[in-house]
C-alpha cells in the first residue's frame, strides 16, 4: 500500500438510494475534483456543483473540501454527494480514476487515518464495529471506544509500566550502585497496582467483545413442542413448515431477528426423539451441534409433560451446555393445569398461536444476553484485544513470579518489555503490517 496514491471510493451502501457520498483521499483529490467541477473550491464549504466529464454533465451534487491535515484520513479529502443511482457512481467512480486515483481497498481511508496518526487502532476498529453494531448498547460501547476510552486506559497502564521500566533498566544500566530496599518495595507495589488495572480493563475488555458478536438463540425440543411455531411467531412470517406430523423440521432454520433495535440470530431445529429417518437423524445431529454454539438454548415442552425435571433438560441439551439454558412451556392458550417447574432454570409460558408470554421471553432474552440498552458497556472491544491483554497479563505474571530482586532485575525488565509490547498492539504503537492488512482488509469499502 503506498500513501502517496488519490484513491476514490463510494462511501455509501451499493444499490439505488437517493444520494451517494464519493470520497476522495490524497495528494491529486483537489485537482482532479476541482476539474471535474469546473470551479474552484474553499476547504470546509460546501459548494453545490456539476461533476462534468469530457463535456458531458454527469451529476450535480454538493462538494466539500477537507484540506489535510484537518481531515479524516489526515490527507486532502473531497466529498461528492451525488445522486444514488449505480450507474451514475459507476461513471463517476470510472472518470476519476481516469484521471489518476486508484479505487481505494476495503478500510483503506480509515487505514490512512491511523498511519496519519488521526486515530489510533482501537478508534479504527471501533468505525468498523459501529457501522457492523447489532444493538443500540453496542453503538453506545462503540462510540465510546470511537471517542478512545479504552485507548485511554490501556495509555495510562503503559505510561505507568514505562515509569516503573525506566526506574528498573536504570538499575541495570548502573549495576554498580546499590539499590535502596525501600525501592524494591515500591517496584513490587506499583507491579501489583498494574496487575490490578490490568485485570479490570480485561474483564471490561471481555464484557465489550461479548457485545460484538451476534447472539445465538437456539429452540430445542422434542417433535411437535411448537418449535417451528415459536420461530414464526417471533419473526413475524411464516419462516419454518408447521404441521402436527412429528418430525417436520429436519434442517436448521436461522431467522436474524431485531428485537427493539437488537439483533439475534434464531436457529430452529429439528425435534430430538430416536428415529430410523437417515435425514431426521442427521437433523438432530445439527441440532446438538447449534447447541454447542448458542448463547441461549430454550428448552420446549408442551402439555405432554406436565414436570419440567433436569433429566428431561440434559436428554435436550446434554450434561454439561455452555448456552444459557431458559424453559418455554407452549401452547398455553390450551392448557388445562400449569407446568411444574423441578429445575433451577426459569420457565416461561408462551403461547404462538395468541401470542401471550412473548414479550417477557424477549425481556429474559435481551436481560440474559446483557443486551439491555440500558446496560452500560464501557467500551466496545474485539477478541483480537482480549487475547492481548490475557497475552499482557501472562507476561505481568511472570515478572511477579519470584520476589523483586538485584539478582533477578533484568529478568523483570524484559518481562515488563514483552508486557508492553502486548499492550501497544492494542492500540497500534507496536503492530505487525500482517495484522494491520487483516484488521482493516474487514472494513467496508469507502471507510
Ligand atoms: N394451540 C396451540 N398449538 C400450537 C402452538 N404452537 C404450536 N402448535 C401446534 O403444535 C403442532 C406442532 O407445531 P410445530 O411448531 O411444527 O412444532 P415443532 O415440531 O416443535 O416445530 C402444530 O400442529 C401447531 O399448530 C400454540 O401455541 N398453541
Ligand atoms: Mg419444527
Redesign the pocket.
Known amino acids: 500500500m503506498s500513501l502517496s496514491d488519490t484513491i476514490v471510493a463510494s462511501a455509501t451502501a451499493p444499490g439505488r438510494g437517493a444520494i451517494s457520498v464519493i470520497r476522495l483521499s490524497g495528494g491529486n483529490s483537489l485537482s482532479i475534483a476541482e476539474t471535474l467541477a469546473g470551479k474552484a473550491f474553499s476547504p470546509r464549504l460546501a459548494t453545490f456543483g456539476n461533476l462534468v466529464s469530457d463535456g458531458i454533465l454527469i451529476d450535480t451534487g454538493i462538494w466539500i473540501y477537507f484540506k489535510g491535515p484537518n481531515s479524516f484520513t489526515g490527507e486532502d479529502v473531497v466529498e461528492f454527494q451525488g445522486h444514488g443511482g449505480p450507474v451514475v457512481i459507476q461513471t463517476i467512480l470510472r472518470t476519476i480514476t481516469a484521471r489518476g486515483a486508484r479505487l481505494a481497498n476495503p478500510g483503506e481511508f480509515s487505514q490512512r487515518a491511523f498511519l496519519n496518526d488521526k486515530i489510533d487502532l482501537t478508534q479504527a476498529e471501533a468505525i468498523s464495529d459501529l457501522i457492523n453494531a447489532t444493538s443500540l448498547s453496542a453503538v453506545k460501547a462503540a462510540n465510546h471506544s470511537l471517542s478512545g476510552e479504552f485507548a485511554n486506559r490501556v495509555h495510562t497502564i503503559v505510561s505507568n509500566l514505562i515509569r516503573l521500566r525506566t526506574q528498573i533498566e536504570a538499575h541495570i544500566d548502573f549495576p554498580d550502585e546499590d539499590i535502596d530496599p525501600q525501592n524494591l518495595l515500591e517496584f513490587s507495589d506499583q507491579l501489583k497496582n498494574l496487575h490490578h488495572d490490568l485485570q479490570s480493563l480485561k474483564l471490561a475488555a471481555n464484557e465489550g467483545a461479548q457485545l460484538n458478536r451476534a447472539s445465538n438463540v437456539v429452540l430445542i ?10 420461530l ?1 411467531a417471533l419473526a413475524n412470517e411464516p419462516l ?5 406430523i ?1 418430525g ?2 429436519r434442517d436448521l432454520i436461522r431467522h436474524d431477528l431485531l428485537l427493539d433495535g437488537i439483533e439475534l440470530r434464531i436457529t ?1 431445529t429439528a ?1 430430538i426423539r430416536a428415529t430410523e429417518d437417515v435425514i431426521e437423524n442427521e437433523g438432530i445431529q445439527r441440532a446438538r451441534n447449534a447447541i454447542e454454539t448458542a448463547d441461549i438454548a430454550l428448552c ?1 415442552f ?1 402439555e405432554r409433560h406436565d414436570t419440567v425435571t433436569e433429566s428431561l433438560i440434559t436428554r435436550l441439551v446434554g450434561d454439561t451446555p455452555s448456552a444459557t439454558i431458559g424453559i418455554i412451556r ?5 392448557q388445562t393445569h400449569p407446568t411444574k417447574n423441578h429445575t433451577t432454570y426459569p420457565l416461561i409460558e ?5 401470542g401471550s408470554g412473548l414479550n417477557q421471553l424477549k425481556d429474559w432474552l435481551l436481560n440474559e444476553l446483557n443486551l439491555n440498552s440500558n446496560a452500560e458497556t464501557p467500551f466496545l472491544a474485539r477478541e483480537r484485544h482480549v487475547i492481548q491483554l490475557a497475552s499482557a497479563l501472562n507476561y505481568l505474571h511472570q515478572a511477579m513470579s519470584q520476589p523483586v530482586s538485584l539478582e533477578t532485575i533484568d529478568l523483570l525488565a524484559e518481562d515488563l518489555r514483552l508486557t508492553q509490547n502486548a499492550l501497544s498492539e492494542i492500540t497500534g504503537s507496536f503492530t505487525s503490517d500482517d495484522l494491520l492488512g487483516s484488521i482493516f482488509s474487514t472494513f467496508c469499502i469507502g471507510k
Do not use: H, R, Y
Open positions: 425440543g422434542e417433535p411437535n413442542v411448537g418449535k417451528s411455531s415459536l414464526n419454518a413448515i408447521v404441521t402436527n412429528p417436520t423440521t430452529d425435534g420446549l408442551d407452549t401452547k398455553n392458550d390450551i408462551i403461547s404462538a398461536v395468541t
